[in-house]
Each structure stands twice: as C-alpha cells, then as structure tokens.
C-alpha cells in the first residue's frame, strides 16, 4: 500500500486535511494552531508543508496525514487510508494485492444500502402516520431525522427489492448487504430505519424499530460483508467530533437513547448496538478518550455489564464513571422525554464505577449477617482484582473493612487466597500478570528531544545511545521538534541540553522497569523461585532514582 500511500499524499497537502480539525495560522515557514485535543493552554500544534508534517507539542504527537487522521478520529490505518483515498479520489483496488471480487461485492454492498437509505428517507416524508410516529411520539425534530438519516420502511414486504432491482441490483447483491429475510423478500417492514454509519460516513447496515405492535420491537443487520457488531459503535460517526472536544464519552444501552442524548445537546452519546460491550469498542473509544461514562440501569444486566467494562477497562487505562440518577425514569430516552436539562446535569454528576458496584452489591446483600458479609466480600474483592492503582486500591480496601467490621490485613488475606483462585479461572488474562512493554508519553517525548539533538544539533560530546529512524517522516517531525524546542533558545548549549535529558531519560527508564517489575511481582506467590530476586530488583532500581 506505499504506492497508494504516496499516491494520496501527492494529492493532499498536510494543511488541508489538518485544517479540517484546526485552524491554522501563519508562523514563519511553518502553521501553528491549538491541539484538536485540548490540552495546550496556548497554540503548540504545527504544522510543516514543506515537510509534509505535524507535532502536537503538547499531546506529543506528531506524523503525516495518515496518523493525524488515525489520531483525531481514533481509528485504524485502514480506515484512514479508505477515508484519505476518498477525498484524494484515489481508487485504492488498483494498489490491493487482495481478491477483486471481494472488493466488488463490499462496493456494491456499500451503494445498494447507501440507495436504500435514500428510498427509506423518501417513504417517511411520503407518510403522514409515520412522520407523525417519528416527530410527535418520538419526539424527534427534524434536524436530528437528517444528521441520523431517519427512514422508514414500508410494510410491502417486496418494495426495497423492487426499487433496487431496477436500479441493477442482484438478489445476491441485496442479500450480501443484509437487505433480504430468508425468503429473499425485504429484510425490514413497517419500521423506523435508522442507518449504521461506520466512522468513514459509509451506509453499513440498520436497525429498525417497528411501529405499532410486533416483534421483535428493534430488529438489527445481520452479521455481513460490512457489517460487524463487535466493532461496530452506533453514534460514534456523529459522536466523534464532540468526544475529542470535550474529552468524554457516555455509553449508553439503546440506540434511541443515543438519537434523544444528541437532540438534547449530549453529543457524545454513543452505544454498541445489539450485542455486550467488547474490549475492540473499548480499545477504539479509548483512543479518542481515557474518560468513558456508562449509562446502564441498575438492574442485573445493568451490574453484570459494569463488571464486564471494569474487568477490560483494567489494563487500558481508562476513567470509567456511571451515570445513575435517572430521576425516577428507566433510561435516558425518558429523562430526556420529561426534561432534557436533567440528563444535561445526570451525564455531569458521575460516580466511579467500582463505587457504583460496591453500592450495588451492598443493597441486594444483607451486611448484618454472617452469609451477607462472605458474599459482599467475595465479589468486592473480585471487583478490586481489576483496580490497577495501589493507592486506589488501598483506599477501596479500607472503605469495604469498615463495612464490614474487620480489619484491612483480614480483608487482604482473604483476597490473596481469592486471587489465587482465580488465576486458574477463565479469567485470568484480565488479573495482574507481566505488561507487555509499553512505552510512557514521559519516556517518548525524551526520546523524540534526544534524537532530534543527537541528528540536527550539531557535535556534542554527550553520547546519546538511540538508534536514528530511517522513516522519513519521523525524521522531518523530529526536525520540527529541534527547531521550535530548542535552534529558537537565545544562547543554546546542545551538549549541556543533551546532558540534563539523557539524565531524566534514563530515570524514566528506570522508573518504568520498577512498574513492570512491580506488576511481574504481583504474579507470583511468595514461595516463586523469581519471588526474591524480582524484589531485589524492585529495590535496587529504586534506590538508584533517589
């Protein structure tokens, strides 16, 4: 895919595709304009078009058009260059080594549901009992219908097939876009369409809520060429934007919870349509946020999907709070329906997660009892096996002894033993054990200063023991990093420079190993061969970063 790669940045200019996010402004050679992720107090975001480059100063960030789009809209390589591609009007099948007719039946899947979309739009405005479902019983104004391409489906079961096959659409190709039941008639009838758009803005399938009585109430695209429901998060096309603004994400359960959060002003409102919330939607919220805020009723499945998102959140770093207070209605959707400013207030006023467990846990339990007090205790600690932080963990132990009524080290025991136990379960990727390597922001952002003196500050005497990049790219953004952090200091010593970051480099290094080794340590039981030596190491490395 270089060629393609090569192809579309001929075509678009680093400025162009950034100032999509940014505003760009006029610095010398180069453009400057504030992060698109809000964490710089002045405007520390550049922009190279000679070099056809950026770096985030303040995020620490940087690339080419490729990794700002994978950055800004958290997604994959794949989708950035299918996104880049269509703007640059750059056929990528000719540069795929992969089967043309593959490539085919995904085009005509994508247009056939893209038309289907249109025709639904164009029944709904045609029908005046459906319009008057959409607009008055659902509460939805006509703003929120066009940004969710609301539609509607008729209830002759052969209209979409009708209509398409004379656009030149094959059953097969209808059927490979999940267009068709298993009588090759109309997949959806008589119901309110609502289209699945991936985070390119492609059609990739619907769901559909019927109107009046029947079942199923909503029925969802089957699993298709396109369409996959452990990836796949509903809103987050129209969610995106506002996530990366104001830093957040509320997941809610339902896609109409979704559609009336946006109407509200709640934009960032997403929800993993027809399935169980999976560590790929997790992975790929994260990377446009660490504070994810679950909406979920408080109810079994309510509690049992909370466990489930702290359980994956563990290893990647993720804030997650709930959103509890429902003013007495059963989801978002109806608190909006009584006032939108009440679930304005509920998606600010969030508790952390394992708070909101803990509380659970104690009202379906009965503390002042023997039988009560072994179960809360069992699944409580369950539940801190996945807290990360000592510290955070440290304070959860000391608040659910005094519930309790015993001491912390009593608590502490027992869940060694829980622990323990638990390794030998199906669980056990999620529990403690050695991190892959993974390097800090700290420890990155030394590194990019270090190599851009080391390549573009001349002689020094300091020895910087990093390998040089061969990426061009990298190279032209570790130039940019030299010329605006350190060739613009009045009276500039590289080697001193050098010296002071190669010192807190290799603290950093240091610091780093005493994590992994800590989380290596918390693997293993006392008795371990490893136990002793992997603890000497722990104190060794400390004491030398005093």
């Not at 770096?55 to 390589?77: P, Q, R």
């Not at 030149?168 to 309110?192: C, H, P, S, V």
Request: overall charge neutral; hydrophobic content about 35%; some cysteine.
């Amino acid at each position: 895919m270089n060629d393609a790669k090569e192809e579309i940045k001929s075509r678009l200019s680093v400025e162009d595709v950034v100032g999509q996010y940014v505003e760009l402004k006029r610095a010398g050679r180069n453009l400057k304009g504030r992060s698109p992720w809000g964490v710089d107090k002045t405007p520390s975001f550049m922009v190279s078009p000679e070099k056809g480059i950026w770096h985030d100063f303040s995020a620490n960030k940087g690339g080419d058009i490729f990794t700002f789009v994978m950055e800004v809209e958290g997604i994959s390589f794949k989708e950035a260059l299918e996104k880049l591609a269509a703007q640059a009007g750059v056929d990528l099948s000719r540069y795929r080594g992969g089967d043309p007719a593959v490539s085919k039946r995904k085009t005509r899947a994508r247009e056939a549901l893209s038309l289907a979309t249109k025709y639904y739009q164009a029944c709904l405005v045609r029908s005046k009992p459906v319009c008057e479902y959409v607009f008055y019983q659902r509460n939805l104004n006509r703003k929120t219908v066009q940004e969710f391409k609301i539609g509607y489906s008729p209830a002759d079961g052969k209209a979409l097939t009708a209509a398409l096959s004379k656009r030149g659409f094959t059953e097969q190709e209808l059927d490979a876009a999940g267009l068709l039941n298993r009588f090759k008639g109309d997949m959806f009838r008589n119901r309110m369409m609502v289209p699945f758009i991936d985070t390119t803005g492609n059609i990739i399938g619907f769901t559909a809520r019927i109107i009046g009585k029947g079942e199923p109430k909503y029925l969802n695209t089957p699993e298709t060429i396109l369409f996959n429901k452990s990836k796949f998060i509903f809103g987050l096309f129209q969610a995106k934007e506002s996530i990366r603004r104001n830093g957040y994400v509320v997941i809610v359960e339902g896609n109409m919870d979704v559609i009336s959060s946006h109407q509200a002003g709640v934009k960032e409102a997403v929800a993993t349509s027809g399935t169980a919330m999976t560590e790929q939607h997790l992975k790929t919220l994260s990377n446009l946020t660490s504070d994810i805020r679950l909406a979920y009723d408080g109810d079994a499945a309510g509690i049992k999907a909370t466990e489930r998102a702290i359980m994956m959140a563990g290893d990647l770093g993720i804030d997650l709070t709930v959103i509890s207070d429902y003013h007495g209605a059963k989801d978002p959707d109806e608190l909006i329906q009584k006032d939108p400013k009440l679930w304005q207030q509920a998606v600010e006023h969030r508790v952390p997660a394992v708070d909101w467990l803990l509380d659970k846990y104690q009202e379906n339990l009965n503390l002042n009892t023997a039988p009560g007090k072994r179960k809360y205790s069992d699944v409580a600690l369950k539940l801190l096996g996945y807290v990360k932080d000592e510290v955070e963990r440290a304070s959860y132990e000391q608040k659910i002894a005094a519930k309790l009524g015993v001491k912390v080290d009593v608590l502490r025991e027992k869940g060694d033993r829980l622990e323990q136990k638990l390794i030998e379960t199906t669980h056990k990727k999620y529990l403690k054990k050695p991190k892959t390597e993974v390097k800090s922001t700290k420890l990155e952002k030394l590194e990019n200063s270090l190599l851009a003196i080391k390549i573009y500050g001349g002689v020094t005497k300091t020895q910087i023991p990093l390998d040089i990049p061969e990426d061009d790219a990298k190279l032209a953004e570790l130039e940019l990093i030299y010329n605006e952090e350190h060739a613009s200091i009045e009276d500039y010593d590289p080697d001193q420079e050098a010296k002071e970051l190669l010192t807190r480099y290799e603290a950093e290094q240091k610091q780093q190993e005493i994590i992994s080794l800590q989380a290596y340590l918390a693997s293993l039981s006392e008795d371990d061969p490893s136990y002793e030596s992997t603890l000497l190491k722990i104190a060794t490395l400390q004491k030398s970063v005093k």
